[in-house]
């Protein structure tokens, strides 16, 4: 059954750097986004990334955050100067089409910001 | 202020057990409402529920929806161990993004 795959599965970084999280979505999905996870909280969507361009983001999305889709396969995640409260588990999903609200999810990659 | 509720929060049950949860929504342009499980990382999915009052079901899983009182329930028959988890309720918004709920957390004992 196809997967979504995230890069790295554990992420440990110094408050203040760059992180790049990194997702293959399913090869014939059209539409994208990520999604975080506090340890203990509710799921928390994050952006949705449809046609190279962003389609909706939340208010969590500011400006420390970027996405981009660079060679067609890759969807990435960036958080240009990470904060303690970054610390998460993040969820990359596709979907095919607008007809199917079923997301398929990664199996995520936990960040923790020290 | 769109969101989703859960109930109860945890529940621990023994195998055999049949148990309801339960989600409350209030959520502009609502589009569909999903259940997940979610074990050690990944949620995975579990139904999609549209229309109201159709039971959607695989195998010892039911769910169904009421879009006039906006809520729909899990139902979970002859628990087993494996059916330990926290079970998310999310609403699909617009065309793009899902709310979810805090979840369920259930746990099934031997």
């Known amino acids: ?114 | 202020e769109d969101k989703v509720v859960q109930s109860p929060l945890s529940l621990v049950v023994h195998e055999g057990d049949t148990v309801t949860l339960n989600c409350s929504y209030e959520v502009t342009n609502f589009r569909s409402l999903l259940w997940y499980k979610q074990e050690k990382k990944a949620p995975t999915f579990l139904f999609m529920l549209t229309s109201s009052g159709i039971e959607k079901k695989s195998g010892r899983l039911s769910s169904i929806l009421d879009k006039k009182e906006l809520f729909s329930i899990l139902n979970i028959t002859a628990t087993q161990t494996g059916d330990s988890a926290i079970y998310l309720c999310a609403v699909a918004s617009g065309t793009y993004k899902y709310i979810f709920g805090t979840g369920t957390r259930l746990k099934v004992l031997a």
């Open chain 1, 1 to 114: 059954e196809p997967e979504v795959t995230q890069t790295p599965s554990h992420q440990v970084t110094q408050m203040g750097q760059e992180v790049i999280l990194r997702c293959v979505p399913i090869s014939n999905h059209l539409y994208f986004y990520w999604y975080r996870q506090i340890l203990g909280q509710k799921v928390e969507f994050l952006v949705s990334f449809y046609n190279n361009e962003i389609s909706e983001k939340s208010e969590i999305f500011d400006d420390q955050f970027s996405v981009e889709r660079p060679d067609g396969s890759n969807f990435t995640l960036k958080i240009r100067s990470t904060k303690l409260e970054d610390s998460a588990m993040y969820f990359c999903a596709s979907r095919k089409d607008l007809a199917n609200y079923g997301y398929t999810f990664g199996s995520g990659t936990r960040l923790t910001v020290v």
